[in-house]
């Protein structure tokens, strides 16, 4: 009688699995229809200041893989139309919700002696990933401004140590990341709470899953700084958004 009254269960937990499964792929799909999105081009008018090259004869295997494409800097990095590389737009006022987190871990790896990518963005307690592609040691070492409650670490990564996982506990934007090994490499990290995205080589960006509303977006460039602009959003809309930076 017992293992029938257990058998008579089985029926009823799959269904009520399924009731569950369905109502929260319901949820889901409600809510991305009912957001919208902020989308533009980010450029630079004027003449793009020159990119010095970068002496990495300190160490032969970093000049051996830049044998037929000698590295530069990447603090200004102008693409197709003007465009404008590595600028981190976020929304800064107007976003109530829970901390934005990637639909996959964000990662920071070190190729060819530079950082890839040179500016990482990443919401607030979000994971990411210190990787290594080189062959090289490498020491990874944030330096985020102390009165943020953001804690500064320094690592070694050897060629093929398993990849370091951190988060940021506190919004920075930015915190510049060096290696004590290589001096002439350098990046960002970026932290924001809400909804953000980072430019493509052609400057153009999109800000998913941000819900309708009137918000203010900033636009962060290591050189040129910040700019500010307002947007609405409507449910189930891109709102175009576009900001130019002036060189120097």
């Not at 369905?22 to 809510?31: A, E, K, P, Y």
């Not at 300190?58 to 990447?74: F, G, R, S």
């Amino acid at each position: 009688m017992k293992a029938r009254q257990q058998n008579g269960w089985i029926p009823i937990s799959i269904t009520l699995v399924l009731i569950l499964a369905s109502t929260f792929l319901l949820n889901q799909n409600v809510r991305a229809a009912g957001e919208g999105s902020i989308t533009g081009k980010v450029t630079l008018s004027g003449t793009p200041p020159h990119e010095r090259g970068i002496d990495m004869s300190k160490d032969p295997y970093c000049v051996k893989q830049h044998a037929n494409n000698p590295a530069h800097l990447e603090t200004v990095v102008v693409g197709q139309g003007g465009g404008l590389e590595n600028v981190v737009l976020y929304i800064s006022q107007g976003f109530n919700g829970t901390p934005t987190k990637s639909t996959a871990v964000p990662v920071f790896d070190q190729k060819g002696c530079m950082y890839t990518p040179h500016v990482l963005a990443m919401g607030v307690g979000e994971q990411y990933k210190v990787e290594t592609s080189d062959q090289t040691t490498h020491n990874i070492h944030p330096e985020p401004n102390p009165m943020t409650g953001n804690i500064p670490w320094n690592r070694s990564q050897p060629p093929g140590a398993a990849p370091i996982i951190q988060s940021w506990k506190a919004e920075e934007v930015a915190i510049p990341v060096k290696c004590n090994i290589h001096p002439w490499m350098h990046g960002y990290f970026v932290v924001v709470k809400g909804p953000y995205a980072t430019t493509k080589d052609d400057g153009s960006y999109t800000i998913e899953n941000v819900p309708p509303g009137s918000y203010t977006v900033t636009a962060w460039q290591e050189t040129y700084g910040t700019q500010q602009q307002k947007a609405t959003v409507s449910a189930g809309k891109p709102t175009t958004l576009d900001f130019a930076f002036k060189a120097k």
